[in-house]
């Protein structure tokens, strides 16, 4: 196989998450020209960092972006498709269509829009999650088609503000739902290997699983406290945010072997976005972690044909 197309880099600031969507102390457009210097293509954007929705307010987003030299790949949504109320999990399809909508003013053709299967609420079952959540997704994928846009599923750890970690974070949870939604050119995988190791799972065996399907990637690495474990997430479930035993590092220096991850990913010819999640460090760190990723991109995909 010659491989004729790179992976393209953008960078999220998951480091001022709750100052943007929760806390309003800084605004997306503070954040974009905080980027400028960064060696990003684009700037993956979240649901919480749009305080409306009008196309003025999108349009300006999107002038920003391309001000100062940046497309935008994905938005990441977090609908909770598998909520035991029957109102709720159909506002959340309502609301997941609306962001398709979004993703394509801020992004155009081809964006990535991130789905999730829901928050593991203790009253819904295996089955009836599984139900829940293919239904949603598939709800919204003609949506997507019309709009040229493409649905990624993540292997997710816990949308910062849910109570719940995800329904879906377990890898054979994930490839049980990921069985039940029919191939499609408008829906596939958002891989992150840091919420694998997350889950307790192998991220290579999940991604030699899922690899045909992946339209995007989150590159972060994760750490645990000293003195911590894997096991100890259990006791955050039912807590909102983030479990304070999971730290982020510079990309490249932690759990992942992200060698092999992109030896995977050249091998089949994967040309997507591939996104940081960094910066809780500082910028400096996220400078770091964009030159790493640069650095595995010329190391797997150094041979492409001009």
């Known amino acids: 196989m010659v491989i004729t197309k790179r992976p393209r880099i953008s960078a999220f600031p998951k480091c001022y998450l709750e100052e943007i969507s929760q806390k309003r102390t800084m605004s997306v457009f503070d954040w974009i020209q905080m980027a400028r210097d ?23 987003i999107r002038e920003s972006l391309q ?26 399809i309502e609301y997941q269509k609306q962001m398709i909508e979004v993703a394509f003013k801020l992004g155009g053709p081809g964006t990535v829009c991130r789905v ?15 139900d829940y959540a293919a239904f949603g997704i598939q709800s919204c994928i003609p949506v997507a088609e019309s709009y040229g846009v493409v649905l990624g599923i993540e292997n997710h750890y816990k949308d910062g503000f849910w109570l719940y970690p995800e329904f879906a974070q377990k890898k054979e949870v994930f490839l ?20 694998a190791v997350v889950a307790g799972d192998d991220p290579l065996e999940l991604l ?10 989150h590159a972060s690495d994760r750490y645990l406290v000293p003195g911590a474990t894997l096991d100890d ?16 590092g510079v990309t490249g220096k ?13 091998e089949v010819g994967y040309s997507g976005w591939i996104s940081i999640e960094d910066g809780m460090n500082g910028m400096q760190e996220m400078r770091e972690s964009l030159e790493f990723l640069h650095q595995m991109v010329e190391t797997y995909y150094g041979k492409i044909r001009a």
């Open 233 to 248: 997430l259990k006791s955050a479930e039912g807590s909102a945010g983030y479990s304070k035993i999971l730290l982020h």
């Open 116 to 130: 999730l299967s829901g928050q593991r609420w203790p009253e819904v079952g295996l089955e009836q999650g599984l």
């Open 38 to 60: 960064l060696p990003a293509d684009g700037l993956e954007m979240y649901e919480g960092f749009l305080w409306e929705s009008s196309d003025p307010f999108l349009g300006k």
């Open 67 to 92: 001000k100062a030299g940046f497309e935008m790949p994905m938005l990441c949504c977090s609908p909770d498709f598998t909520h035991p109320d029957a109102a709720k999990r159909k506002a959340a």
């Open 254 to 266: 932690g759990l992942n072997n992200y060698p092999e991850i992109f030896r995977q990913l050249s």
């Open 176 to 195: 049980q739902l990921l069985d039940r939604i029919p191939h499609s050119n408008h829906f596939g995988v958002q891989y992150d290997p840091s919420n």
């Open 208 to 217: 030699k699983a899922v690899l045909p399907r992946v339209v995007s990637m």
